[in-house]
């Protein structure tokens, strides 16, 4: 079997003594050609791991034609919003990775990279809300880790895609670009260029309301703000070369540039009566920016025996350059006498933001099923920021006030060692320890003030699995994380809103620090139930301080004292009809938060609630619909209450030409529900606001696959580098 047939001549025998010497016989083995099959599901394939929740996208329908983002914005707990920033079971300041490492992207960069990625090139996503010891401590609210199938064609293969959208405010943004891989001999490359115009802005009002000793000062505005943002071709690029079939060298780099325009106009009445306001002030302005990012990686992989030791090594450098200029332009009405005045400003920024990582990881499998996993890293943090604000009335005089040169330096030094392995036989164990020991300087050069910060933490974390039964498992977990301060939140300049409002860093600005307790239940191995609590000290959050005789509000961000946070998660997939499947989520959350104000402690807590479905259906003549619907109800977030908000979007997707070229049509918060409207009341002062930003959109997509060459097999790396996330 497996080989041709072979036929000697014909021949006849003599008698019982007849031989015959029919030489060597060469068999040709015998090869079929076999149709394409697919295996394809509705549905990604949800798997509970001891640490994490795998969403398998290869081979699902959600896969095809979908780009990376759309996948990523379905799965369980997840929710992006049209800025790409990132909630995970309704919390803020989710780290996003790629194989393991992060992408130096700002969120709408970020956002931009996904859209234009095709979710064929997707493995699985995993959705870490507690990540182990080889992780960061970085980080309260999770990780997203997406992973990436690998370029496995010889030869060249991509894509090119473009797509246009329309916000419904004579806004048109556009996105286009493609990718090359091209893998030959030892060498896998792959290159990416992809270009945006972005649109939006927002419609918002601000209700501020001062009590006073025997003065009652109402505050009423009025906001339409706009940007548009050109990002010529972002380039990104990287090359593996195999040294042998156990060890390899890599190279990555990637290089943005984005130029952006704003204008926020306001008006704004401000008087003791809401009636009868005494002064209305007209407040334009208007900004310019441009913005770079360098991101360079070096990196080592290698396999040292045949039971899978590996040792890994990354370098990395990061390099961010942002210049600003602002004009505001401030017109006065004293609205008794009609008297007008005006008060013109102007601003230049530069921020310059240097990274500079190096680590090493080490994993060391037994034959019992053990593993102990060690690894280090340095990191080094240098941000400069020179704001410089002048008065702009006939001539410019520099305001030092409201001037300021910060320079701020940290340096990390890591170092981590954890053990997995069977503990009995229905459970299996992971622990884990790190270490992070943090020394940093903030100074700014206009005031002299010097603050100097050295902190060492130990971070441990816990996971149990247990298997108890074929259908049925709990997972266990515990681990310690923590948040450092935005490097923008800790410089003390002014950044300048209206005559009445401005933003100020907090250069005593503490980290936060986070117990996080997890317990999971996986069903048959597609539902899961779990139940968190996180217990928060020294919580980062935006606080508005009030001059109450001079009607001005500050927002800085400072530290309360604690914050607690129960939830239950709950992920229901289900298949209503052969051609209609969906994918369920509910999260019912307590949160509290308190803290020590001037005139006696504050306490903000409610019970909040998410529900998420995903549904995908398959319509005839190959037609894919697919419809996202979420519900958030009201919440507390650190001082603030949130109002619920609600979001729709549909998508219809075709793929044609022989499945090369997929069109697709989409909207996005088909009802403008998801509209941001906070309050706080700080002893008796009110401050609320109502913004929409412009969400809703209608968008057409096209999508060019190409392909050709054989399979071959190819290695992977991670690593990561979290320091980015706190420079955006």
Same mark, same amino acid.
């Given at each position: 079997?497996?080989?041709?047939?072979?036929?000697?001549?014909?021949?006849?025998?003599?008698? #019982?003594?007849?031989?015959?010497?029919?030489?060597?016989?060469?068999?040709?083995?015998?090869?079929?050609?076999?149709?394409?099959?697919?295996?394809?599901?509705?549905?990604?394939?949800?798997?509970?791991?001891?640490? +994490?929740?795998?969403?398998?996208?290869?081979?699902?329908?959600? @896969?095809?034609?979908?780009?990376?983002?759309?996948?990523?914005?379905?799965?369980?707990?997840?929710?992006?919003?049209?800025?790409?920033?990132? !909630?995970?079971?309704?919390?803020?300041?989710?780290?996003?990775?790629?194989?393991?490492?992060?992408?130096?992207?700002?969120?709408?960069?970020?956002?931009?990279?996904?859209?234009?990625?095709?979710?064929?090139?997707?493995?699985?996503?995993?959705?870490?809300? &507690?990540? #182990?010891?080889?992780?960061? @401590?970085?980080?309260?609210?999770?990780?997203?880790?997406?992973?990436?199938?690998?370029?496995? !064609?010889?030869?060249?293969?991509?894509?090119?895609?473009?797509?246009?959208?329309?916000?419904?405010?004579?806004?048109?943004?556009?996105?286009?670009?493609?990718?090359?891989?091209?893998?030959?001999?030892?060498?896998?490359?792959?290159?990416?260029?992809?270009?945006?115009?972005?649109?939006?802005?927002?419609?918002?009002?601000?209700?501020?309301?001062?009590?006073?000793?025997?003065?009652?000062?109402?505050?009423?505005?009025?906001?339409?703000?706009?940007?548009?943002?050109?990002?010529?071709?972002?380039?990104?690029? /990287?090359?593996?070369?195999?040294?042998?079939?156990?060890?390899?060298?890599?190279?990555?780099?990637?290089?943005?540039?984005?130029?952006?325009?704003?204008?926020?106009?306001?008006?704004?009445?401000?008087?003791?009566?809401?009636?009868?306001?005494?002064?209305?002030?007209?407040?334009?302005?208007?900004?310019?920016?441009?913005?770079?990012?360098?991101?360079?990686?070096?990196?080592?992989?290698?396999?040292?025996?045949?039971?899978?030791?590996?040792?890994?090594?990354?370098?990395?450098?990061?390099?961010?350059?942002?210049?600003?200029?602002?004009?505001?332009?401030?017109?006065?009405?004293?609205?008794?006498? +009609?008297?007008?005045?005006?008060?013109?400003?102007?601003?230049?920024?530069?921020?310059?933001?240097?990274?500079?990582?190096?680590?090493?990881?080490?994993?060391?499998?037994?034959?019992?099923?053990?593993?102990?996993?060690?690894?280090?890293?340095?990191?080094?943090?240098?941000?400069?920021?020179?704001?410089?604000?002048?008065?702009?009335?006939?001539?410019?005089?520099?305001?030092?006030? +409201?001037?300021?040169?910060?320079?701020?330096?940290?340096?990390?030094?890591? @170092?981590?060692?954890?053990?997995?392995?069977?503990? /009995?036989?229905?459970?299996?164990?992971?622990?884990?320890?790190?270490?992070?020991?943090?020394?940093?300087?903030?100074?700014?050069?206009?005031?002299?003030?010097?603050? +100097?910060?050295?902190?060492?933490?130990?971070?441990?974390?816990?996971?149990?699995?247990?298997?108890?039964?074929?259908?049925?498992?709990?997972?266990?977990?515990?681990?310690?994380?923590? &948040?450092?301060?935005?490097?923008?939140?800790?410089?003390?300049?002014?950044?300048?809103?209206?005559?009445?409002?401005?933003?100020?860093?907090?250069?005593?600005?503490?980290?936060?620090?986070?117990?996080?307790?997890?317990?999971?239940?996986?069903?048959?191995?597609?539902?899961?139930?779990?139940?968190?609590?996180?217990?928060?000290?020294?919580?980062?959050?935006?606080?508005?301080?009030?001059?109450?005789? !001079?009607?001005?509000?500050?927002?800085?961000?400072?530290?309360?004292?604690?914050?607690?946070? @129960?939830?239950?998660?709950?992920?229901?997939?289900?298949?209503?009809?052969?051609?209609?499947?969906?994918?369920?989520?509910?999260?019912?959350?307590?949160?509290?938060?308190?803290? &020590?104000?001037?005139?006696?402690?504050?306490?903000?807590? !409610?019970?909040?609630?998410?529900?998420?479905?995903?549904?995908?259906?398959?319509?005839?003549?190959?037609?894919?619909?697919?419809?996202?619907?979420?519900?958030?109800?009201?919440?507390?977030?650190?001082?603030?209450?949130?109002?619920?908000?609600?979001?729709? /979007?549909?998508?219809?997707?075709?793929?044609?030409?022989?499945?090369?070229?997929?069109?697709?049509?989409?909207?996005?918060?088909?009802?403008?529900?998801?509209?941001?409207?906070?309050?706080?009341?700080?002893?008796?002062?009110?401050?609320?606001?109502?913004?929409?930003?412009?969400?809703?959109?209608?968008?057409?997509?096209?999508?060019? &696959?190409?392909?050709?060459?054989?399979?071959?097999?190819?290695?992977?790396?991670?690593?990561?580098?979290?320091?980015?996330?706190?420079?955006?």
């Amino acid at each position: 079997m497996g080989y041709v047939a072979t036929e000697t001549p014909v021949f006849e025998v003599s008698g #019982p003594a007849y031989s015959k010497d029919f030489g060597p016989f060469v068999l040709k083995a015998e090869t079929k050609q076999l149709g394409e099959v697919s295996v394809v599901a509705m549905r990604p394939t949800i798997v509970q791991e001891a640490d +994490r929740l795998v969403v398998s996208v290869a081979g699902t329908a959600m @896969a095809a034609g979908n780009t990376a983002f759309s996948v990523l914005a379905k799965s369980p707990g997840v929710f992006i919003d049209q800025e790409g920033n990132i !909630q995970l079971n309704g919390k803020a300041g989710v780290t996003v990775m790629l194989d393991g490492k992060l992408t130096y992207l700002s969120a709408r960069d970020l956002r931009n990279l996904l859209e234009g990625m095709p979710a064929d090139n997707l493995k699985n996503i995993e959705i870490i809300t &507690n990540p #182990p010891a080889r992780y960061d @401590a970085e980080g309260t609210a999770g990780v997203l880790n997406i992973n990436l199938k690998k370029n496995t !064609q010889q030869g060249l293969n991509g894509s090119l895609y473009t797509t246009g959208s329309y916000n419904f405010f004579q806004q048109f943004g556009y996105t286009y670009g493609g990718s090359l891989n091209l893998k030959r001999g030892r060498w896998n490359s792959f290159l990416n260029l992809d270009a945006t115009r972005r649109v939006g802005g927002r419609n918002a009002t601000f209700t501020r309301v001062f009590y006073g000793p025997g003065k009652t000062t109402y505050f009423d505005q009025t906001a339409t703000g706009s940007f548009i943002s050109r990002t010529p071709p972002a380039l990104r690029l /990287g090359t593996d070369y195999s040294l042998s079939k156990n060890h390899s060298l890599g190279l990555l780099a990637g290089y943005t540039t984005r130029r952006g325009e704003s204008e926020f106009l306001t008006d704004t009445y401000v008087g003791s009566s809401r009636e009868q306001p005494e002064q209305f002030v007209d407040a334009d302005n208007f900004s310019r920016s441009r913005y770079t990012n360098l991101t360079t990686n070096l990196h080592y992989s290698g396999k040292l025996d045949s039971l899978g030791t590996t040792l890994t090594t990354d370098l990395d450098y990061v390099q961010i350059r942002d210049r600003g200029q602002a004009d505001f332009y401030n017109y006065f009405t004293r609205l008794p006498t +009609r008297q007008q005045t005006q008060d013109f400003l102007y601003t230049s920024t530069f921020s310059q933001l240097d990274i500079y990582s190096a680590k090493a990881d080490f994993a060391r499998p037994f034959a019992s099923g053990h593993k102990v996993e060690a690894g280090v890293k340095l990191s080094r943090v240098t941000a400069d920021n020179d704001s410089r604000f002048f008065f702009n009335n006939g001539a410019l005089v520099l305001d030092p006030l +409201r001037t300021n040169h910060f320079n701020y330096q940290e340096n990390i030094q890591a @170092a981590y060692l954890s053990w997995s392995g069977k503990a /009995g036989e229905r459970l299996t164990l992971q622990t884990g320890l790190r270490l992070e020991n943090t020394q940093s300087v903030g100074e700014s050069y206009t005031t002299g003030q010097l603050t +100097r910060r050295q902190y060492l933490n130990l971070f441990p974390s816990v996971f149990v699995q247990q298997k108890v039964s074929e259908d049925y498992g709990i997972n266990y977990s515990y681990s310690r994380r923590l &948040n450092r301060p935005n490097y923008g939140s800790l410089n003390p300049f002014r950044f300048y809103r209206d005559p009445y409002t401005w933003e100020q860093g907090n250069p005593d600005l503490r980290p936060q620090y986070t117990h996080a307790f997890r317990l999971a239940h996986s069903f048959k191995r597609v539902y899961n139930l779990s139940f968190s609590y996180d217990y928060q000290t020294d919580v980062s959050a935006e606080i508005p301080i009030l001059n109450v005789d !001079q009607a001005t509000t500050i927002y800085t961000t400072g530290n309360l004292n604690s914050g607690h946070i @129960a939830s239950l998660t709950a992920v229901a997939p289900y298949q209503l009809l052969k051609w209609w499947d969906t994918q369920n989520t509910v999260v019912v959350s307590y949160r509290k938060f308190s803290t &020590n104000a001037d005139n006696g402690p504050l306490t903000n807590e !409610q019970l909040y609630y998410m529900l998420q479905s995903n549904h995908t259906l398959a319509l005839p003549y190959k037609v894919r619909l697919e419809v996202e619907a979420r519900y958030l109800g009201p919440t507390a977030s650190g001082l603030y209450q949130i109002a619920p908000m609600h979001w729709v /979007g549909l998508a219809l997707k075709k793929a044609i030409l022989k499945e090369k070229l997929e069109v697709g049509v989409n909207v996005n918060d088909l009802f403008k529900g998801y509209r941001y409207r906070f309050s706080t009341d700080i002893n008796g002062n009110v401050n609320e606001f109502d913004q929409y930003f412009r969400w809703r959109s209608v968008g057409l997509s096209l999508r060019y &696959n190409f392909s050709r060459g054989e399979k071959l097999d190819t290695k992977r790396r991670n690593s990561s580098l979290e320091e980015l996330n706190r420079a955006n």
